[in-house]
């Protein structure tokens, strides 16, 4: 049972991984450029994203596993900056594998744990899910006033 679980998780993932890539891969067309920038992808972010692409795969690729959020404009870069499809998958699958059998164990260890306390205790849930987004807000504004100070800085240079 717990490989069935891990290949449900496993093949989700690089599908949707190998979704944003052929996205990045038709990012010339104009219909695609506007996608592409309403996902956060825009000309600057595009330009020093696929140039990083093309040296250091491998760290975005793991980097963007460890943090969902990268996931997007990292696997929309590598489709841009036409990293070869072979390339990309032998990085995605190894770390996709790791990374869902990594949540299935700790779903396996936890899991009967957790349904007893939020059986008993539902509002664990609303509680770990406000602090999960308050969590994931303020990571961003502080991500967004860094690289905006960075920018401002490089411009008066």
């Avoid at 600057?44 to 997007?72: F, Q």
């Avoid at 949540?103 to 349904?115: E, S, T, W």
């Avoid at 770990?128 to 990571?139: E, R």
């Avoid at 860094?146 to 920018?151: E, I, L």
């Amino acid at each position: 049972p717990g490989w069935g679980v891990w290949r449900a998780a496993l093949v989700p993932d690089v599908v949707g991984d190998t979704a944003l890539y052929a996205l990045g891969r038709n990012g010339d067309r104009p219909a695609v450029a506007r996608v592409l920038n309403r996902l956060g992808l825009t000309e600057e972010r595009r330009e020093v994203l696929t140039r990083e692409v093309h040296t250091h795969l491998p760290r975005i690729v793991i980097g963007a596993k460890l943090v969902d959020i990268g996931a997007i404009p990292a696997y929309l870069a590598a489709g841009l900056s036409k990293v070869g499809y072979r390339r990309f998958l032998a990085w995605i699958i190894p770390t996709s594998a790791v990374r869902a059998a990594v949540l299935v164990g700790i779903g396996y260890a936890a899991g009967d744990r957790l349904a007893t306390d939020l059986e008993s205790r539902p509002w664990l849930l609303v509680v770990g899910g406000i602090a999960v987004g308050l969590t994931l807000v303020l990571g961003r504004t502080a991500i967004v006033r860094a690289t905006g100070s960075r920018r401002r800085a490089d411009a008066r240079s």
